[in-house]
């Protein structure tokens, strides 16, 4: 069984930063995609960032490039997203997903099959 323990999340005010972490066990990591997704209250859950199993290939979604750094660490079988400049728009539970299929990067929700529970990210203006 493949687990997905996500943590970091807070209340900050905006222009803060705050660093996720995802703690992964159970599964092939080094070989998996993994994602960072958001939703927001009455909104749909949607694609933050992405990273391929090497860590080379990564993607944003664009109201976060500059502001966000997705990396992993397949030694600890951990990833992590740094956020900076965080906006009230920024606000949402963050989950960390993995798709074993690792051949690229998706944007999708469909596009990932193990998921965490969730930490919750509240930004203030």
């Known amino acids: 069984q493949v687990l997905l323990v996500e943590s970091g999340g807070g209340l900050v005010q905006a222009g803060d930063s705050l660093r996720l972490s995802c703690a992964t066990s159970?599964?092939?990591?080094?070989?998996?995609?993994m994602g960072w997704f958001r939703q927001a209250p009455g909104k749909e859950r949607e694609f933050v960032a992405g990273?391929?199993?090497?860590?080379?290939?990564?993607d944003y979604t664009d109201s976060m490039k500059g502001r966000s750094t997705i990396s992993r660490d397949n030694a600890k079988n951990t990833v992590t997203l740094q956020m900076n400049s965080l906006k009230p728009e920024d606000t949402g539970v963050y989950y960390c997903?993995?798709?074993?299929?690792?051949?690229?990067?998706?944007?999708?929700?469909?596009?990932?099959?193990?998921w965490g529970q969730g930490t919750q990210v509240t930004v203030s203006s």
């Open positions: 997903a993995a798709d074993p299929k690792g051949v690229r990067i998706g944007i999708h929700r469909d596009d990932y099959e193990y």
């Open positions: 159970g599964g092939a990591f080094s070989s998996y995609i």
């Open positions: 990273i391929g199993w090497s860590g080379v290939t990564i």
